[in-house]
């Protein structure tokens, strides 16, 4: 089955205790990214990657980390996390523009939660 | 930059009648597509709608429908027959048209909460 997941879809931690989540998908997807979605703000892309070890920053990066060594995973790294790092998290991932666009897929999302 | 703009946050309405969602976007970009995206209790985010930019003829999608216009950057969602399971959170979405793996960045809007009741 065609399929983003991330691990973990909980995570309640503590300010400055380091954290990842994990994001993988199947579909040999080149385009991955990572939004964030707070209430009234909608979801906003922190980070994204065109390929292996090809990454940018979206419109909201500060404190986050990422890294692209397999096609398949792309992890979300907060080194030092702070309470409005509180969010829900969705990593995406999209096919080439061989058609009229690229269609995203999105993962289950991450509830996270920092004390 | 590109903005989404939903100015409705809470909408209601009864089951089997008919529900108008609201979009407004603005950009400078001429070739681009739009989006509605369902977010359920379970917060996976669904694909409802699709349209692009240069197609004249609003999309629809069994019971969705969209009222696109272009010049005036405004791209609502009409739902018919609305049913308890469309209850959700709705987001419009707005993506400019990318080159081959160039991006695939969406812009949110803010949602609506859309409920459905019986």
């Known amino acids: 089955e065609a399929q983003v997941t991330q691990n973990p879809r909980y995570l309640i931690t503590v300010t400055g205790k380091k954290l990842t989540v994990t994001c993988s998908q199947n579909?040999?997807?080149?385009?991955m990214s990572w939004y964030r979605q707070d209430p009234g703000l909608g979801l906003r892309q922190i980070y994204y990657s065109m390929n292996v070890e090809v990454t940018d920053k979206g419109d909201v990066p500060e404190g986050y980390k990422v890294s692209r060594k397999e096609k398949r995973n792309f992890p979300l790294i907060l080194e030092s996390p702070s309470p409005n790092q509180t969010s829900l998290y969705f990593c995406a991932s999209s096919t080439p523009a061989e058609r009229a666009y690229n269609e995203q897929f999105f993962g289950p999302g991450t509830r996270l939660t920092v004390l | 930059a590109q903005t989404v703009t939903q100015s409705q946050p809470e909408m209601s309405v009864q089951e089997a009648e008919t529900v108008t969602l609201s979009c407004t976007y603005d950009t400078s970009e001429n070739n681009y597509y739009l989006f509605w995206y369902k977010q359920p209790p379970s917060r996976q985010m669904i694909l409802v709608i699709r349209?692009?930019?240069?197609?004249?003829q609003n999309a629809t999608e069994n019971r969705f429908s969209v009222n696109f216009q272009k010049a005036a950057k405004s791209f609502s969602l009409k739902i018919s027959d609305s049913q308890l399971g469309d209850t959700a959170m709705y987001f419009c979405a707005f993506m400019k048209h990318y080159r081959y793996n160039q991006g695939g960045k969406l812009i949110f809007g803010q949602g609506t909460e859309l409920s459905v009741k019986p």
């Open positions: 579909m040999n997807h080149e385009y």
């Open positions: 349209q692009e930019a240069y197609k004249q």
